[in-house]
């Protein structure tokens, strides 16, 4: 069964009609072609497919496609323009946080959404806010350390 | 990609949300945040005919203040329960509970009313919202009713609802003024599921205390401890609440995280824990 969505993705209007037991995850992916977001588990434990809908950080292979009609999907793409690193992304590569990068558009994603909600994170809140993300290269340490000094700068 | 097909359905209004399980019944799962019903449909544990979203219908989510209680609508997200005005200042216990869901993507996209009405045992608003003494509303075409935790609590996911009803709110009595209170679960790390829960609310000179247990049973368990507590929180009375939860934790269950025996002595644990937490809440320190 197909459904009609309507939704708006870094800032770009698209309609797509999707198979109904299709996740936001997959739609971005295969009907958008956006491939920053990555899906690892599909189950909502690994934060690979992190997103923001409608300004927070969802998981989107939790999210069905049809239930994004009418909503607002930023991913790692809008992060940032073509061929350019935020501030943040900089720091990722700076800071040597990520090694294999499968996480790393969740991580980032994660890190955002900190940023944003408190700018001056300690390294506490720092680790509470990506609880939701699993990184299997890095043990986490570069990772928090890209998050701190894009926090410092 | 979702392997078994279904119909899916938003309905932009309640009546239409009503109107759709009353036709689909059993055959039909209503989707709140997702965060359990989508991954066990992926898992192909589920596979409802049909999807009723209640993510595009107004109305359902939202706070208010009804003058002795909150009244909280059933899509209300964790992250607005946790960092609400109104429940970090009447129903503190609450939003507590909702900050240690899951993580920061779970918490912005679950729900209140579909952690109750999916009523997993170790749940943190079971435990929680039982202890608070909480109400909830069940709606169908035509009829409406409200139910206390005892009676919405059936068993392991399993409660009250019909297949044509709906949890559409909850209600929150007020935390008296001046109580302590707590929220504390064991769980192996930061957003896995709770082993054991324990909620606490106590009363400014112990006028009342209540302890609730969460993952001991298949529903959860709320122990009135006022007694015990009256003469203050001495060794002696954390004792024999230790002993009361020790026994309220009969039939937990087992499972890879914990042997019914272990969980029945983390109860004991988590009920003194909790309890001395939220005493020294009290203005007098729990002295």
Not at chain 1, 106 to 131: C, F, K, W, Y
Not at chain 2, 116 to 136: F, I, K, N, Q, S
Not at chain 2, 161 to 172: G, K, Q, R, S
Request: with cysteine; aromatic share 4%; net charge neutral.
């Amino acid at each position: 069964m197909k459904a009609l969505v309507k939704l708006k993705v870094n800032g770009r209007s698209y309609e797509v009609a999707v198979d109904t037991r299709a996740k936001l995850a997959e739609m971005i992916r295969d009907d958008l072609r956006l491939t920053g977001t990555h899906i690892g588990c599909g189950t909502g434990s690994c934060g690979a497919c992190t997103v923001l809908l409608n300004g927070q950080t969802v998981k989107s292979c939790c999210v069905l496609a049809a239930d994004a009609n009418g909503q607002e999907v930023t991913t790692i793409e809008g992060m940032s323009k073509p061929g350019e690193l935020s501030p943040l992304q900089q720091c990722f590569v700076d800071h040597h946080g990520l090694q294999c990068g499968y996480c790393t558009p969740g991580m980032v994603l994660s890190a955002h959404q900190l940023l944003q909600d408190n700018p001056s994170p300690t390294e506490d809140d720092i680790r509470h806010a990506i609880a939701g993300n699993l990184c299997r290269c890095t043990g986490y340490q570069n990772i928090v350390k890209s998050i701190r000094a894009a926090s410092e700068t | 990609m979702i392997a078994g097909e279904f119909e899916f359905f938003a309905p932009p209004t309640l009546a239409d949300a009503l109107r759709l399980l009353h036709e689909h019944g059993s055959g039909c799962k209503l989707l709140a945040g997702g965060m359990t019903l989508v991954p066990v449909m992926t898992l192909g544990l589920a596979q409802p005919g049909a999807v009723v979203s209640l993510n595009h219908l107004q109305g359902l989510d939202g706070i208010e203040d009804i003058g002795h209680a909150l009244r909280l609508g059933a899509m209300t997200r964790h992250a607005t329960v946790g960092q609400h005005p109104l429940v970090l200042q009447h129903a503190p216990l609450l939003a507590a509970a909702a900050r240690g869901i899951g993580d920061v993507q779970v918490r912005h996209r679950g729900t209140l009313g579909g952690s109750l009405a999916h009523a997993e045992p170790a749940a943190d608003y079971l435990c929680a919202t039982a202890t608070l003494g909480a109400r909830y509303l069940l709606q169908k075409q035509g009829s409406e009713r409200w139910l206390g935790a005892a009676e919405f609590f059936v068993d392991v996911m399993t409660t009250a609802l019909e297949p044509d009803e709906l949890l559409t709110a909850v209600e929150i009595p007020k935390q008296a003024a001046g109580a302590g209170y707590s929220h504390l679960s064991l769980r192996r790390v930061e957003g896995a599921f709770p082993i054991v829960l324990a909620s606490a609310q106590i009363a400014p000179g112990y006028a009342q205390a209540r302890v609730g247990l969460g993952g001991v049973g298949p529903r959860p368990v709320v122990l009135d401890v006022g007694d015990v507590v009256q003469g203050g929180l001495t060794p002696a009375a954390l004792d024999a609440l230790g002993a009361r939860a020790y026994d309220a934790a009969q039939q937990a269950l087992s499972d890879l995280n914990g042997s019914g025996d272990y969980r029945r002595e983390m109860a004991r644990v988590y009920a003194r824990r909790a309890l001395a937490a939220a005493a020294a809440q009290l203005p007098t320190g729990g002295r």
